[in-house]
T-cell receptor
């Protein structure tokens, strides 16, 4: 079974552009989580989604960031009007069941976003 | 606010020495998970602890969940170079919010 697939692996954007990060969960997983990791720091939770629903977006910045997980296709993390501070590794994880049922998360390889 | 701190932040050990990282939460946790992230890689799930005082072992790794469910530890016996990486704890609080710890970066000197 394929693991969690993220693309692109590396993304370079200029300030003010939009960044779209994609995540396809493991087969059979319907719960997706996005995290941000700055160099030599821990993972900061951003958003938790189930198909067509946002379960918890308490870690998402209120402006410029949005996430979706449509019925068909990958989950998308969208960052509008990027700024230098958005440079980070963005990891997606998935689980077969609800996070609140103590399911472990399976992570993708991440997207390294660099803002020029 | 909720914090999950890990100490130490960095640890250098000679190959063969033991290593321990400690995870401390400001609030009671429903569970604790441990992940390992190799340099340049992604976090990989190691284990989950749910019960107060629970201890689990995986070969040279021993995981413990505190009696008050606010702290946890990971102990590696006789480290090997393959143990290199950053070890994160992660826990869910009673409000169902999930937090990763700050991580402990382990370097093993051959």
């Amino acid at each position: 079974n394929a693991g969690v697939m993220q693309n692109p692996r590396h993304l370079v954007r200029r300030r003010g552009q939009e960044a779209r990060l994609r995540c396809s969960p493991m087969k059979g997983h319907s719960h997706v989580y996005w995290y941000r990791q700055l160099p030599e720091e821990g993972l900061k939770f951003m958003v938790y989604l189930q198909k067509e629903n946002i379960i918890d977006e308490s870690g998402m910045p209120k402006e410029r960031f949005s996430a979706e997980f449509p019925k068909e296709g990958p989950s998308i993390l969208r960052i509008q009007q990027v700024v230098r501070g958005d440079s980070a590794a963005y990891f997606c994880a998935s689980s077969p069941g609800h996070l609140y049922s103590n399911q472990p998360q399976h992570f993708g390889d991440g997207t390294r976003l660099s803002i020029l | 606010g909720q914090q999950v701190m890990q100490i130490p932040q960095y640890q250098h050990v000679q190959e063969g020495e033991d290593f321990t990282t400690y995870c401390n939460s400001s609030t009671t946790l429903s569970n604790i998970q441990w992940y390992k992230q190799r340099p340049g890689g992604h976090p990989v799930f190691l284990i989950q602890l749910v019960k107060s005082g629970e201890v689990k072992k995986q070969k040279r790794l021993t995981f413990q969940f505190g009696e008050a469910k606010k702290n946890s530890s990971l102990h590696i016996t006789a480290t090997q170079t393959t143990d290199v990486g950053t070890y994160f704890c992660a826990g869910r609080n009673t409000g169902n919010q999930f937090y990763f710890g700050t991580g402990t970066s382990l370097t093993v000197i051959p």
